[in-house]
């Protein structure tokens, strides 16, 4: 029975070699669909045919060269009047370039029209076997050429190492462009590598009354495509000779690829039948072995297959999932920061902690990054863990210094600092967990509940404490440069601690000094500072006094959604203060219900903080002696609310501005509303930049 069907398949295959070799007849017109095994090719170099009728120009030899020819040459008719003669003519074939190893893999193949099948005296590997370094660009070569390169040659001024390239008389292409075809479905051009080992279709189409030439590629998977890769203008009435013969060339250099024809189509009459690529010879697959073992041993040597199989994979499995847990707790340990080893937490530590940085564990986003809570494994302590997203290294040595330096700072007014974890663009930084949140969201926000004067006047000693530490206490001067009320958290008894200390730093070090970098919050932000870009104590206390209003008048330094006279609230306090009715800024929401004194002496020392000469406001040893009761307030004359207001608006200065900035300068000054999404602007440290440092250690 199997051997029944083996004949009649043989006598199917017979029958349909004989009815391509009957069409090929025809000298103008053939097709190869099924073999080239009766196509009585001109063969030389390399070339040869493989029993299942496949064409194979070159196998992975290093350079080599070989030639296909159809053995008639085509009759071009160039001598004839122009009135009878016409040059066109159509193509279609299929090509497959099998790299050797899984590696880049050469040369190429070319489509040739050619005046001789003698190419003796070509060259390989970047001439692709159809010239050589005498001939190269002759133009009495009289040859016509499409190649598909898979090398890039800087001598044939290739454009990469995928390329399908118009060559007349020279490899160096008249044009080219990079291998892809045009998907008919998806209506969009992709990308197609030739040394895939995949079959390539490819039709070469030549319109002489146009003088227009198409390439179109495709996988074999796909229809011609409705619009060609190239079309060029070329005119071939110089370039063809009356008689030509067409094949195909390929040539390998140091690296190889097998290049193999599967089917050819041929037509100087007419639109060349399309190839079907079902009938096509297959491609050796890689995993075929020539000559294959005795059914026996082929059998043992398939057992011990498998059992490498099953290692191999067993080894493989393990292999990813240790690698996929080691770049999942990956980081990044340098030898300078071996000496901050009990600051350094373990990212592993810290995923646990945060139950791997779930969403449900998100305490807020702020400008620097995400901050999630966590519970420290082993202490059951609970802490918040800042992920601040870096992408260069530079300055990170100095940042963790200054991080490791300032975990040494105590005082119960500031979040502590427990230490930091860095991975790959990624510094982690380990807070306190402070169970109350920020200050902003008892301030700003009406669903949470109201804070009454005396935890508000609490919180802002305990701030002004934090900051005479910073300041004046500690061994060195830390400068803060970003006091402002959702910087200040607070503790389960409601007290008020600073935080985020010196994060501005990270941003500051690759000082170039054309782009001067200014890290801060606008409303905040000292005007002074953005002149000399210089941090300074008086810069803290200007952003301190700030902070002060924020608090008694419950409102942000800058509310755009106010009128031009109530947007600042430094130049609402000030008027009131000029009516001699300061109380009236008082946050409507505390209903009157505060010690007159205390809140007078809050919004009076607000607006001295604010002024606009840092030499007339307070140090933070005054404040805390108003504060205290210690001493009286200085009778500062009061400054015009249009000087703090113009000042501020200096904060962005034109000459600073990148596109955002100065669309905000812009509608600061004028009158429309600027949508602000968090609670004040933050001088996002990728569009606004200082020179100077936001954190100072050292006097
Ligand atoms: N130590 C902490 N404990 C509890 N919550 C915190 C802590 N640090 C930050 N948060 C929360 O995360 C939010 C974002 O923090 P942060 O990045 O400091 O904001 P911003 O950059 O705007 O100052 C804060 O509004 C606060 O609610
Ligand atoms: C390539 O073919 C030539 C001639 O057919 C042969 O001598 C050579 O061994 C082949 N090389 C490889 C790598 O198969
Ligand atoms: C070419 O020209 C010759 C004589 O001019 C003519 O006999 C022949 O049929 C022509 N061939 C083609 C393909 O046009
Ligand atoms: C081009 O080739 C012809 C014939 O081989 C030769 O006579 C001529 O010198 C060549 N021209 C150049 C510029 O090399
Ligand atoms: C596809 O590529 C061709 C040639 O590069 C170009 O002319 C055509 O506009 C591209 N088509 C699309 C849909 O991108
Ligand atoms: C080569 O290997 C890469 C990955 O190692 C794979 O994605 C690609 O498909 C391989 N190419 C061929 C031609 O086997
Ligand atoms: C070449 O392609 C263009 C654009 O698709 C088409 O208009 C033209 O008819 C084609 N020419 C040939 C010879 O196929
Ligand atoms: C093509 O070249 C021939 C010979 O040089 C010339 O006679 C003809 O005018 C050219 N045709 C076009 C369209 O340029
Ligand atoms: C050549 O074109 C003619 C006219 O369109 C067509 O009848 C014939 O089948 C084509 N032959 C081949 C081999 O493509």
């Given at each position: 029975m199997a051997a029944a069907f083996a004949a009649f398949h043989f006598w199917l295959l017979s029958c349909l070699a004989v009815t391509s070799l009957v069409r090929a007849e025809d000298h103008d017109q053939f097709i190869f669909n099924n073999g080239f095994l009766n196509a009585n090719l001109h063969l030389d170099g390399n070339a040869k045919i493989q029993s299942n009728g496949l064409l194979q120009l070159?196998?992975?030899?290093?350079i080599v060269v070989g030639h296909a020819f159809y053995p008639s040459p085509i009759n071009f008719n160039t001598s004839s009047p122009s009135s009878a003669r016409s040059l066109s003519f159509s193509t279609n074939f299929v090509i497959a370039l099998v790299p050797e190893w899984n590696v880049s893999s050469g040369h190429g193949i070319a489509f040739v029209i050619s005046p001789s099948m003698d190419f003796s005296h070509a060259s390989g590997s970047e001439y692709l076997g159809l010239f050589s370094t005498t001939n190269n660009g002759n133009s009495s070569n009289h040859v016509f050429a499409v190649e598909f390169d898979t090398i890039e040659s800087l001598d044939m001024e290739d454009i990469d190492n995928n390329h399908v390239g118009i060559d007349v008389n020279s490899l160096i292409s008249i044009r080219s462009t990079t291998a892809a075809y045009y998907s008919n479905e998806e209506r969009e051009n992709r990308s197609l590598e030739l040394i895939s080992g995949h079959p390539i279709h490819v039709w070469v189409d030549y319109n002489d009354g146009e003088k227009l030439l198409n390439v179109t590629l495709a996988p074999?998977?796909?229809?011609?495509?409705?619009?060609?890769?190239l079309t060029t203008s070329v005119n071939l009435s110089d370039i063809l000779v009356d008689t030509m013969y067409v094949g195909f060339s390929a040539a390998t250099g140091s690296i190889a690829s097998n290049h193999y024809v599967l089917g050819w189509s041929f037509n100087r009459s007419g639109q060349a039948q399309s190839l079907e690529i079902s009938k096509l010879p297959e491609l050796p697959t890689p995993s075929e072995v020539p000559n294959l073992p005795k059914a026996g041993r082929r059998r043992k040597l398939d057992q011990l297959f498998m059992i490498i199989l099953a290692v191999v994979v067993l080894v493989m499995i393990t292999g990813a999932a240790y690698f996929r847990w080691r770049k999942k707790y990956e980081e990044i340990i340098e030898d300078w920061e071996k000496e901050y080893g009990p600051q350094r937490f373990l990212y592993k530590t810290l995923y646990k902690a945060t139950k791997g940085f779930k969403d449900k564990q998100l305490l807020g986003t702020g400008g620097f990054g995400k901050v999630y809570k966590g519970t420290l494994p082993f202490s059951d302590e609970q802490i918040a863990v800042k992920k601040v997203s870096h992408e260069?290294?530079?300055g990170m040595k100095e940042f963790v210094s200054e991080i490791v330096c300032m975990g040494r700072l105590r005082h119960r007014n500031l979040v502590r600092l427990l230490g930091y974890c860095r991975r790959k663009k990624e510094l982690l930084l380990v807070y306190d967990y402070m169970?109350?949140?920020?200050?902003d969201k008892y301030l700003f926000n009406d669903d949470n509940p109201n804070l009454n004067w005396s935890q508000r006047f609490q919180i802002i000693r305990g701030v002004a404490s934090a900051l005479l530490y910073l300041h004046e206490e500690w061994e060195q001067v830390v400068l803060h440069r970003d006091i402002k009320a959702s910087n200040v958290l607070l503790d389960s008894n409601l007290n008020g601690r600073l935080g985020d200390f010196g994060l501005a730093r990270l941003y500051d070090?690759?000082?170039d000094p054309l782009t001067t970098r200014l890290v801060g919050t606008l409303g905040y932000l000292d005007p002074e500072l953005t002149r000399t870009g210089k941090a300074t104590k008086t810069a803290d206390l200007f952003a301190f006094g700030a902070f002060l209003l924020e608090v008694a008048c419950g409102r942000k330094p800058i509310d755009p959604s106010l009128s031009p006279e109530e947007r600042f609230l430094v130049g609402l306090v000030s008027r009131c203060w000029k009516r001699g009715v300061?109380?009236?800024?008082?946050?409507?929401?505390?209903?009157?219900?505060?010690?007159v004194e205390e809140m007078e002496k809050v919004l009076k020392l607000g607006m001295l903080c604010s002024n606009s000469r840092p030499d007339l406001r307070p140090t933070i040893k005054e404040v805390v002696q108003y504060l205290d009761d210690n001493a009286s307030l200085p009778h500062t004359p009061l400054e015009s609310a249009e000087n703090i207001i113009s000042s501020i608006l200096e904060t962005l200065p034109p000459d600073h501005s990148t596109e955002t900035n100065r669309s905000i300068a812009n509608n600061l000054a004028s009158d429309c509303i600027i949508p602000l999404s968090s609670s004040v602007v933050r001088a996002s440290p990728n569009s606004i930049s200082s020179t100077d440092t936001v954190l100072h250690i050292g006097r």
């Open positions: 070159t196998n992975t030899s290093k074999t998977t796909s229809p011609k495509p409705y619009q060609p890769l260069s290294n530079q169970p109350n949140g920020s200050l070090h690759d000082s300061i109380l009236d800024a008082s946050d409507p929401r505390l209903q009157g219900n505060y010690v």
